[in-house]
Nanobody, 124 residues
Framework: QVQLVESGGGLVQAGGSLRLSCAASGLTFSRVTMGWFRQAPGKEREFVAAITWSGSSTNYADSVKGRFTISRDNARNTVNLLMDSLKPEDTAVYYC?????????????????WGQGTQVTVSS
């Protein structure tokens, strides 16, 4: 059974930082491209970042480029999202997701596996 479990969310002031982690089990993690998505209240879930299974390629939404960094540790089956210079508009539930393809994708429909999400709240 595949499980993705996010952690690291919380309340932070604008300009601060948070590090999200996603622990994966039940899949061959080194063959899974991982992504982070987020859903703010009243809005659709949107792409944040993705990293290919080798970690050689990363992609970011324009809204987080230069502030967020995605990384992975295939030995520990984890993917991380370091979020710096946080803004109130980054407030959302953050989800990690996985797909058994070498290429990353911006489209949530192309990810087969999802975590339950972790809340990030940025106060102004």
């Amino acid at each position: 059974q595949v499980q993705l479990v996010e952690s690291g969310g919380g309340l932070v002031q604008a300009g601060g930082s948070l590090r999200l982690s996603c622990a994966a089990s039940g899949l061959t993690f080194s063959r899974v491209t991982m992504g982070w998505f987020r859903q703010a209240p009243g809005k659709e879930r949107e792409f944040v970042a993705a990293i290919t299974w080798s970690g050689s390629s990363t992609n970011y939404a324009d809204s987080v480029k230069g502030r967020f960094t995605i990384s992975r540790d295939n030995a520990r089956n984890t993917v991380n999202l370091l979020m710096d210079s946080l803004k109130p508009e980054d407030t959302a539930v953050y989800y990690c997701a996985g797909r058994y393809y070498s290429a990353s994708s911006y489209h949530q429909a192309e990810y087969a596996y999802w975590g339950q999400g972790t809340q990030v709240t940025v106060s102004s």
